[in-house]
């Protein structure tokens, strides 16, 4: 049963520290996206790659929050330096299909103080 | 631009009773649509999908009809249970193979035994 996993599931931070959250996308899965989830903003797309050329980061604060992925088998989202609202829950999913849907790992949930 | 409309929860219901979540959409051409279920704690799983007018996607006793004349996608279960207490969420891709999900603002729906 192919899973997208991530890594941490759970972080906690001061405010200031660097950040780095990874994502394993199902293999064969061609797009990547990463998402926040908060109570007060919901879920929001911040970024996502095909074929791992970024090809949309618009959802993403620019000066601090960075995306990669450096190979097939990994994606990166790297927050430098986090601030406290930047907690939330960040997922990442992947697909190969506009049909076929997308599939969520299990998020970190990351903790600023 | 592509939007979806959700039944605005929470919606409280009694095990074994009938549910409906209602969802609408404005999109372009012929959409995919779809159907996650999040559990608490947990990251978004694909419930069921639809790919073509009148195609229903069925899984877990929940079953929605794609309808292109009332552009609408509504999740319905004949007899719910605790264990389907959960947020749902409505969203679409668009036509021309980008992966893109468009999600409504979720429902929050508790089952009460």
């Known amino acids: 049963d192919a899973r997208v996993t991530q890594t941490p599931r759970d972080k906690v931070t001061e405010m200031g520290q660097e950040v780095t959250m990874r994502c394993q996308p199902i293999?064969?899965?061609?797009?990547v996206f990463w998402y926040r989830q908060t109570m007060m903003q919901g879920l929001e797309l911040l970024a996502y790659?095909?074929?791992?050329?970024?090809?949309?980061d618009s959802g993403m604060p620019k000066d601090r929050f960075s995306a990669e992925m450096p190979d097939a088998t990994l994606a990166t989202l790297k927050i430098q330096p986090s601030e406290p609202r930047d907690s939330a829950v960040y997922f990442c999913?992947?697909?190969?299909?506009?049909?076929?849907?997308?599939?969520f790992g299990p998020g970190t949930r990351l903790t600023v103080t | 631009g592509d939007s979806v409309t959700q039944m605005e929860g929470p919606v409280t219901l009694s095990e074994e009773a009938f549910l409906t979540i209602n969802c609408t959409y404005t999109?372009?051409?012929?959409?995919?649509l779809f159907w996650y279920v999040q559990y608490p704690g947990e990251g978004l799983q694909l419930l069921l999908k639809?790919?073509?007018?009148?195609d229903k996607g069925s899984n877990k006793g929940f079953e929605a009809t794609y309808r292109k004349e009332t552009t609408s996608f509504h999740l319905e279960k004949g007899s719910v249970q605790v264990s389907d207490s959960a947020v749902y969420f409505c969203?679409?891709?668009?036509?021309?193979?980008?992966?893109?999900?468009?999600f409504g603002q979720g429902t929050r729906l508790t089952i009460n035994p």
């Open positions: 999913a992947s697909g190969s299909d506009s049909r076929a849907g997308q599939y």
């Open positions: 293999l064969g899965h061609n797009t």
């Open positions: 790659f095909r074929n791992r050329a970024p090809l949309d």
């Open positions: 999109a372009t051409g012929y959409p995919s």
């Open positions: 639809a790919t073509k007018a009148d």
């Open positions: 969203a679409l891709t668009g036509e021309g193979g980008a992966q893109k999900l468009v």
